[in-house]
């Protein structure tokens, strides 16, 4: 019993001795030079990383170009998307029902208002179309800003919501927007051949669609809006539209449209990536 007790004392004082050792000075088995050895050799340490650090961060940033991404994806063909943009996709609206069509109405005019002609008049040139707009710097020497052609709502016809304030939504022949994403430098065509889109139905839907009428003439973006040079560099760039007007399609029924991009330079979209240079989506038209 007292063995046990004597081993106790004997053991806490042993624990007591290493943390503070009064006949050696030793805190926790070193002494003070000890200590502060081992602290100078953590703070050279980690400056040293940090150093190493800051080093590597100045030398990439220094590689890094305001104007341009320095890694951007090497997308081949480019997505689309559609305006307006519901839900989904999905465009459904019901003829005499406004409510169904206001707000993509809304959407639209939103959209279509900054290239409304006299803005464009006032932000961008009036250029020679089919041919690319080139603005290179020269070497070192950086030609910014750059400047970008215009692109009228008056282009876009009956789907410019000038001559037809309801984009043909109130009449059952509903308009559509589609764009092609921007990609820095991209040159879609070749020869003075502009890219196109067409649109058509999914094979049951075919005989639903019925005609369309494309804006511009032909469904074409033209050459003279690219290349695109970044929107730091090109601050007013109007990126450019083709309107899609569905003349007659079938009411009350669901009609699966497809419409992709057609470019003697953008490669057709490939099973691997199916939003590359298309975009489906489905329109609904109800005569009620
Ligand atoms: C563009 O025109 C529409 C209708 O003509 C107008 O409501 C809109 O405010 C205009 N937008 C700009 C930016 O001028
Ligand atoms: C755009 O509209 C303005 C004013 O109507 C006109 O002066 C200009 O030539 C048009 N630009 C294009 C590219 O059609
Ligand atoms: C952009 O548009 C503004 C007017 O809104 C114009 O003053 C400016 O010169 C334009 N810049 C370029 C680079 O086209
Ligand atoms: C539309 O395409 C047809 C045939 O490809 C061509 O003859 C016509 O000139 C084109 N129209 C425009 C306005 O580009
Ligand atoms: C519209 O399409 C329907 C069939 O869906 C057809 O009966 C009708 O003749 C077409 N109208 C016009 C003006 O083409």
């Given at each position: 019993m007292s063995g046990t007790k004597e081993e106790e004392r004997k053991g806490s004082s042993e624990w007591r001795e290493f943390f503070w050792?009064?006949?050696?000075?030793?805190?926790m088995g070193r002494t003070a030079t000890s200590w502060g050895l081992i602290l100078l050799f953590y703070l050279v340490f980690y400056l040293f990383l940090a150093g190493m650090f800051v080093l590597t961060m100045y030398i990439m940033l220094l590689t890094l170009d305001d104007y341009s991404p320095t890694w951007q994806d090497q997308l081949a063909t480019p997505g689309m998307m559609i305006r307006p943009k519901g839900d989904q996709l999905d465009i459904t609206v019901s003829v005499s029902d406004s409510e169904s069509w206001d707000g993509f109405v809304r959407n639209l005019n939103t959209f279509l208002s900054p290239y409304n002609d006299s803005y464009q008049v006032q932000t961008n040139d009036n250029c020679p179309p089919d041919q690319f707009f080139i603005q290179e710097d020269s070497g070192e020497v950086r030609n910014n800003p750059k400047r970008s052609c215009q692109f009228n709502r008056t282009m876009l016809g009956d789907c410019s919501g000038m001559s037809d304030r309801f984009f043909g939504y109130s009449r059952g022949q509903p308009c559509i927007l589609i764009k092609l994403n921007r990609v820095i430098g991209m040159l879609p065509g070749k020869d003075g051949q502009s890219p196109s889109v067409s649109c058509g139905a999914k094979s049951e839907d075919r005989d639903k669609m019925g005609p369309l009428k494309y804006f511009p003439p032909n469904g074409t973006f033209n050459l003279m809006y690219y290349p695109y040079y970044g929107k730091k560099a090109q601050v007013n760039y109007t990126q450019p539209l083709v309107a899609v007007k569905f003349l007659n399609a079938s009411v009350n029924t669901d009609i699966n449209v497809e419409c992709k991009i057609n470019s003697n330079t953008l490669a057709d979209g490939s099973d691997r990536d199916k939003f590359a240079g298309r975009i489906s989506f489905k329109l609904r038209i109800n005569d009620k």
């Open positions: 050792n009064p006949r050696t000075h030793e805190l």
